[in-house]
């Protein structure tokens, strides 16, 4: 006999070769082929709240061993990945650290060469920063002053 991997077997009892029982309702299931394909919608329409959590256990293995089908955790760290790939495009917000860098070193510019404060609005400097640190997010010249 096999070894029992799949989580599966969390909710259901082996009874023989072509059956299993339920260990929630104690309904046995027949297995056709021996897969798991009907404990496991038996679980997703009778036990719901089972099935989630089965869904994510069998995730959390797949993941080290076999990523493949879409499971409802699957497409919630899908959706994840994608707020990422927003937030790149994203400016900085003040407190991020380059952008203070940055912030600090534009006022020393000014300072040290004795700039107008209307410098920083000037599009040549805006186009440079941009080009530099797309992120990063120009103050108005009244953060400098
Ligand atoms: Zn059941």
């Not at 897969?35 to 293995?61: D, G, N, P, Q, R």
């Not at 493949?68 to 994608?82: F, G, N, Y």
Request: net charge positive; proline share 4%.
């Amino acid at each position: 006999m096999k070894p029992k991997s799949s989580v599966i077997w969390n909710y259901f009892n082996e009874v023989s070769g072509n059956t299993a029982k339920c260990k929630l309702c104690q309904k046995i299931y027949s297995r056709k082929g021996g897969t798991t394909t009907s404990l496991k919608s038996h679980l997703k329409f009778v036990h719901t709240t089972e099935f989630e959590e089965f869904a994510k256990l069998e995730t959390e293995k797949k993941d080290t061993v076999q990523p493949s089908t879409s499971t409802p955790v699957q497409e919630v760290r899908k959706q994840i990945t994608l707020k990422d790939t927003l937030m790149k495009n994203q400016k900085w917000c003040s407190s991020n650290p380059k952008s203070i860098e940055i912030d600090k070193l534009i006022s020393e510019m000014i300072s040290l060469q004795d700039l107008p404060f209307t410098f920083v609005k000037g599009i040549g400097f805006r186009r440079l920063t941009h080009f530099i640190a797309p992120n990063y997010q120009l103050r108005g010249r009244h953060f400098f002053c």
